[in-house]
């Protein structure tokens, strides 16, 4: 897996679990101050792994006391869009609502 697989899949990743704190404050009650969060997909084990990796790294910065909280993730969820009763219009259609 390459760095730009890596990064896309984490921001991913990062951006529907801090859409999962803010609907399930209780949850982001359990995670420490200051914690860095380290996200382990079960369905993806190579992304697993390098997230791993990239904190056993993080563990041997100096200086940064801040705690490690390991977060397993079962999948994501299939994207669901929130159109509501989308039409294909006409051109004349459109013209109406235009004018």
Known sequence: MTYDEIFEKNLTLSTEFSLYLLEHPEFADT?????????????????CQANLKAA??????????RPLVYVEIERLAPIRSRLVNPKVATQAEVKAIAA
């Open 31 to 47: 995670l420490p101050d200051k914690a860095h969060v380290v996200l382990l997909p079960k369905n993806d084990l190579e992304l």
């Open 56 to 65: 056993s790294l993080y563990g041997q910065r100096d200086g940064d006391d």
